[in-house]
């Protein structure tokens, strides 16, 4: 007769730290690895009384959610000898759909999730500190650059409330042009509105040299993702500084679904709808690469393998909604382009599909 020995491993579970992040004061909850609670309580938002919490519980797994205050306290938790999981808000409904939704029961289930299954909270990886502070200065840029415009559009808009209109020019220009376009009645209402509007210029003038610093000085990858037409300094800035390690990614592909700017997916037996796009991660990032994909099916766009694929999904029929889903397509497929520039710094060649398909004209 043969006897068939069991045998069971046991999982040690780390001890957890679950902790429910707000602005003033924190909820916080400690689980050893068996699930029996060691500590609870709240904690002050500061670097001070945080850091004496996480030295105190050194070598114990930290849940947070991702947020404002994520980014700088994850980087102090891993100083304090923690290690950090950063779980994705839009990942976890069973936190953000809770009935019973109180902050000490959220740092519960961040500690019991973290705890027991940490793949369920769909892990982000944040940004070095370097990176979030020269992030800061697009992002800087990118209000100015959106406050002018709701100042021009101002003036444009009283002018054509009053029977005049302001030239069509660009609006670095704006202010200049339109000078002699405003009436003398109007002058006292508007002309402080063209001087706010002048000096803004200037300073967006200044941000984009200091753009172009980074770029030359801390950031020469740019170059390699700049050989793209419709891919400025700022596009390519942005880009590096969003993904920060291009190595995290298994693929260019990944790229584009971490940017949001793949379909949702809900099929079910023989529906299999066609959806939107899923608009996860960074929102700014993903507006500059659908510019910079308008650019390239432009009137001004280079003829290249992006355009062309562009152009086969927008059809000629003139479709608005056809060429919407091409932009958001080519917006997708140059973050991949990108990507694989940043990783292999080969030398970008615009018509490399076309030449491998035989579709150029021989010369």
Not at 1 to 25: E, K, Y
Not at 90 to 117: C, F, H, P, Q
Request: aromatic fraction near 4%; proline fraction near 5%.
């Amino acid at each position: 007769m043969t006897h068939l020995t069991a045998s069971t491993t046991t999982i040690q579970l780390p001890t957890t730290m679950g902790l429910d992040i707000s602005d003033q004061v924190s909820h916080y909850l400690v689980q050893r690895g068996d699930g029996a609670e060691l500590a609870a309580g709240k904690v002050k938002m500061t670097r001070e009384h945080l850091r004496v919490l996480f030295v105190g519980h050194a070598g114990c797994r930290l849940v947070i959610e991702a947020g404002g205050h994520s980014p700088w306290v994850s980087r102090l938790a891993e100083e304090c000898g923690m290690e950090v999981i950063v779980a994705n808000p839009r990942k976890v409904e069973l936190i953000s759909k809770n009935d019973r939704k109180t902050d000490r029961v959220d740092a519960g289930l961040l500690t019991e999730l973290g705890r027991t299954n940490p793949a369920l909270l769909s892990p982000v990886t944040h940004r070095s500190e370097r990176a979030q502070m020269d992030l800061s200065v697009l992002r800087a840029r990118d209000e100015l650059v959106r406050a002018r415009t709701g100042l021009v559009n101002h003036v444009r808009g009283v002018l054509k409330s009053n029977g005049h209109r302001a030239p069509s020019c660009a609006t670095s220009c704006f202010a200049r042009k339109s000078a002699a376009s405003i009436p003398d009645d109007l002058r006292p209402a508007l002309d402080p509105i063209l001087e706010v509007i002048t000096s803004m210029t200037e300073r967006i003038h200044g941000m984009d040299m200091q753009v172009e610093r980074l770029c030359s000085e801390r950031y020469p990858v740019t170059n390699l993702l700049r050989q793209i037409k419709g891919v400025g300094p700022v596009v390519a800035l942005s880009f590096v500084l969003t993904i920060d390690d291009p190595e995290r990614f298994r693929s260019g592909r990944d790229v584009g679904a971490y940017l949001g700017l793949v379909p949702r997916k809900k099929s079910s037996g023989k529906s299999d709808p066609q959806l939107r796009i899923t608009k996860a991660g960074d929102r700014d990032l993903r507006r500059l690469l659908v510019n910079a994909a308008s650019y390239v099916l432009g009137h001004f766009g280079p003829d290249c393998d992006l355009r062309r694929f562009g152009e086969r999904l927008a059809g000629g029929d003139g479709n608005k909604s056809a060429r919407k889903r091409a932009r958001v397509a080519v917006a997708r497929k140059l973050a991949v382009l990108m990507h694989h520039l940043w990783r292999t710094g080969v030398v970008y060649d615009p018509l490399h599909r076309a030449k491998a398909r035989g579709e150029l004209a021989p010369a």
